[in-house]
């Protein structure tokens, strides 16, 4: 590669030392973080003052040049140190402030008045009422009789009062709530616990307002459109994604094309793009398009809002205005380098989210990699659309790779041909959704039509987003965390410097298509889960209960729905359920039922009881909503109610009388449900406590409790009849707990007894998923190996 060609990586040395300065500084106090910052820009500065040694005269010239390289490295990253350090502990010292800290540590309660940051967030819903995440910052602190604490500092607001929805960022308001402690490793101050409506002092900024009312048109224009793709277009022009299907983005998560869900630098791009166009027919030149650029990108990040990832979009789309108004490439190098280092002063949170490094890492594939690999293609006869096209996605995915490794603990191999089918779609959703909702004010009509064109090139981002995460093999199991994140990028760097020499891609070619030819079949004839044969399946949803029973193709019975919905939901699309037949839950504890619309979240479910227990009030009103909102009622069932479809029978067999006064009510009248499936019985004890358990011994006796498998009660307690235990006598233990709970589940010394028994004993908390199956000479089990974090 000629000189002129070699990238500029002057200012590399120093953004890698801002950001791993400011991630570590995060764990840090202020005071030990202000010590090495200053040890840094001390040392720095030394290493520039001193010169280095003149070279022996035998000593071969061109060694001085490196020699020049390696100092100059050094300097930049000490240098790069030193300012991420001071920058992040001079945040530090905001948030440990001492009268602020000791109100935090107390949890007492305190009138808060706040800057909104972000619009609020509804919170997935559990069994209480809806909650409400708001950003803000903190301006002034009032508790009790004392005097007032005045600050800037940044905040969580957990807002249990619908008043939070509608709030603007830049609105000043006055709260009373309780102060908690935030969590390591992030720069806010507290975490404010507010059950009461904020109350509005003045009003927002004018942008804002004006941005709120372009954002609430592309909306309401997106409203008859397709959930689908009427809940993408405002994710993927403006950041919007109130509407978005949860499971649609778990899709767009297993394809690579995360990306397209939210505001991106892609986005930035298409609209600079035709802002850049549209000077350049004008004639402008390179400075004055910058500043037509500059000003559009300022419109754009207010309209999305200056959230994180707006920001790292913005910043990305800057790079491209910096190497423009400079008239050369090669000065996008430095200004990526630059842009990164100036956030990260600006924020040094920003150094532990993973968003940012995916666009800093997406950036620099595309400014190092894609180029020279587009040429390539081009000298071997590629037509240069295609080549570029190739490339670019190409890039990106090999510079991520590593940091989606490290989070996923998956290296797709759907991602490179997703994003490429991608593209033609992009642009013109992101200028018609834009142009929709800037004509929406005063033009709903034409809002309405725009936002319907574009609709459509939004729905082949669906329909590829559906269909990757559907493709078998689509992702191949990695190491996950840091280590598995840092063993992928050694061998990408290792293989980039390697595949320079062409023997070396020739080898890598054949290996990769070796490999893929080998792995593929087996993968595509035995993709491993769901297991042939399930009988019953605990899904691993943390610490709760979901038990799944297969009723026919993509049909299932589903007990309980676990604490939260995605869990659930990815369990049931593992294993292809589209339809539910029954849901049944077996009490109204969060535990149980905080799931529940991930059940309901793009299937039908037929019909759902439960049992005649009133309490909890809000867990039994979170799963009639649920349940109203998809066309059906709870039913309350008893004991003797027998329910079949093809070859699953389910019986109900407790509770029997109410009991009352127990150690816990809801879990002692907890419906108790016996399933017989392909000639083999499973039972479902729900979280039956021994008093509950003891009474369905003495009803139905031992001979009427014998199971093959048995759902192992309440996470596994110790709360156990030693009676019931010896009745049903299992050959396999099913125990859904959560890994590393607060509960002790599940207990030591029911596990060794279980084991004594003679029964397999599976976790969902160990072994992820897991399955009772049934094979040719009895029982077999299965696991997926995936437990939850």
């Known amino acids: 590669m000629s000189g002129d060609r070699l990238p500029d990586l002057r200012l590399a040395g120093f953004t890698l030392g801002i950001w791993f300065a400011s991630l570590a500084g995060l764990y840090l106090s202020a005071r030990t973080g202000l010590l090495i910052g200053a040890a840094g820009l001390i040392t720095g500065g030394l290493l520039l003052l001193l010169r280095p040694a003149a070279a022996p005269p035998r000593r071969p010239v061109s060694v001085r040049p490196w020699m020049r390289r390696v100092r100059w490295i050094a300097v930049t990253v000490v240098l790069g140190v030193g300012c991420g350090a001071v920058s992040t502990a001079a945040r530090l010292s905001v948030r440990e402030a001492p009268e602020l800290a000791a109100l935090v540590r107390d949890g007492v309660s305190a009138e808060v008045e706040l800057v909104v940051r972000d619009d609020p967030r509804l919170l997935p819903r559990g069994s209480g009422p809806p909650t409400y995440l708001v950003a803000v910052e903190l301006r002034t602190v009032r508790a009790d009789e004392a005097a007032p604490i005045r600050l800037a500092a940044r905040a969580l607001v957990l807002g249990a009062d619908p008043g939070w929805r509608g709030l603007l960022p830049g609105q000043r308001v006055i709260t009373t709530g309780r102060l908690l402690e935030p969590r390591p490793g992030d720069l806010r101050a507290a975490v404010i616990s507010a059950r009461k409506p904020p109350r509005l002092v003045g009003r927002p900024s004018w942008a804002q307002r004006g941005a709120g009312v372009l954002r609430a048109g592309l909306q309401r224009a997106c409203e008859p459109l397709p959930d689908d793709s009427g809940g993408l277009l405002p994710g993927l022009v403006v950041g919007d994604t109130s509407r978005l299907d949860p499971a649609l983005e778990e899709d767009f998560r297993a394809t690579g094309m995360t990306h397209l869900t ?57 790079v491209g205005l910096l190497a423009l108004a400079g008239g050369r490439h090669r000065a996008a190098v430095p200004a990526l380098a630059a842009a990164a280092a100036v956030l990260l002063v600006a924020d040094p949170e920003l150094a532990g989210d993973a968003g940012f490094a995916l666009s800093v890492l997406a950036t620099s594939g595309l400014l190092l990699l894609a180029p020279s690999w587009r040429d390539g293609l081009r000298r071997r006869g590629w037509p240069a659309g295609a080549a570029e096209a190739l490339a670019v996605p190409a890039a990106a995915q090999v510079a991520c790779g590593p940091v989606v490794a490290a989070l996923s603990g998956t290296v797709s191999l759907i991602a490179v041909p997703a994003n490429l089918l991608a593209v033609p779609a992009i642009a013109p959703a992101t200028l018609l959704g834009v142009a929709a909702a800037v004509i929406s004010p005063f033009w709903p009509a034409g809002a309405e039509f725009l936002a319907w064109i574009g609709h459509w090139p939004t729905a082949w981002l669906v329909v590829v987003a559906h269909s990757g995460a559907r493709v078998p093999a689509g992702a191949v199991p990695w190491p996950d965390g840091t280590a598995g994140g840092l063993l992928l990028a050694a061998l990408t760097v290792a293989f980039l410097f390697a595949a320079r020499r062409a023997v070396v891609r020739r080898l890598a070619t054949i290996v990769a298509l070796g490999a893929m030819l080998g792995a593929l079949p087996v993968r595509l004839l035995a993709s491993g889960w769901p297991p042939p044969q399930w009988l019953v399946v605990a899904c691993a949803v943390g610490q709760g209960d979901a038990v799944v029973l297969p009723a026919g193709a993509g049909r299932a019975v589903v007990v309980d ?26 009490h109204f504890h969060a535990d149980h039922i905080g799931g529940v619309d991930g059940v309901f979240r793009g299937r039908r479910v037929a019909s759902v009881i439960g049992p005649d227990w009133p309490e909890p009030v809000a867990g039994r009103a979170t799963v009639e909503s649920a349940a109203g909102a998809g066309g059906v009622a709870v039913r309350t069932v008893r004991p003797g109610w027998v329910w079949t479809v093809g070859d699953l029978r389910l019986e109900v067999v407790g509770p029997g009388e109410p009991l009352r006064g127990t150690n816990s009510d809801p879990n002692n009248n907890s419906l108790i449900l016996r399933a017989v499936v392909g000639g083999r019985s499973v039972l479902l004890l729900g979280d039956a406590e021994t008093e509950q358990q003891d009474d369905l011994v003495s009803r139905i006796g031992a001979a009427g ?20 235990l010896d009745a049903v006598d299992p050959a396999v233990a099913l125990v859904s707990a959560g890994r590393d709970n607060d509960y002790g589940h599940p207990n030591g010394a029911l596990l060794n007894r279980l084991a004594r028994g003679g029964a397999r004993i599976l976790r969902t908390d160990e072994s992820g998923d897991i399955a009772a199956v049934a094979a040719a000479d009895g029982l077999a089990v299965a696991a997926r190996g995936e437990p939850p974090a």
């Open 705 to 724: 409790l014998r199971a093959d498998v048995l759902k192992v009660a309440h996470h596994g307690s110790a709360l156990q009849s030693p009676e019931l």
């Open 561 to 586: 729905a676990g604490p939260e919905p995605d869990a659930v939901d990815r369990c049931l699309r593992r294993l292809g359920v589209r339809e539910v037949v029954l849901f049944a839950v077996s």
């Open 262 to 318: 939210a505001v991106s630098g892609t986005n930035v791009a298409i609209l600079l793009g035709v802002v850049l166009f549209l000077v350049r027919r004008a004639r402008a030149g390179p400075v004055l398009s910058a500043a037509v650029c500059a000003v559009a990108l300022a419109g754009f990040v207010i309209l999305a809002r200056p959230s994180p990832s707006v920001v790292r979009a913005g910043a990305m789309g800057a």
